[in-house]
């Protein structure tokens, strides 16, 4: 056991190193494929996973930290650009003070604040009214 962690200290000196968001991101990517690799046996999820794998090092033993840092803030931009398509397209974005109705006559969404206790509300749509506990 002679000084092998003075070797890999100076061996990781001066590199990225860290997990950052991308870095937990590629971890769970890499944990995913292998997973799927144990029910689909396809080559494609093996190649995947090496290159994952390779990139991750790639990244870890860096030594252009402030390269790897902004792909970390291209990463973390991208995901909540996704993260806000994705609440968009589900209709469930985070908002505690309003809730949304359908419209029971047109179907037409109508946004509305909550804690209000029963309340008509008032279709812009088809004009109709309809009553509702927010
Ligand atoms: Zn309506």
Known sequence: MNNWRDKLYRFMQGRYGRIDELGRFLMYLLFGLLLVSFF???????LLILLVLIYDYYRILSKDISARYQENQHYIQAREKVRTKWNKLTGSHRDS????????????????????????????NCNCNFIKRT
Request: charged share 25%; with cysteine; hydrophobic share 25%.
């Open 40 to 46: 689909v046996r396809s080559s494609i999820f093996s």
């Open 97 to 124: 003070t309003h809730r949304i109705y359908k419209c029971p006559t047109c179907g037409q969404k109508v946004r509305v604040p909550k804690g209000k206790g029963k309340i008509s509300i008032h279709c812009p």
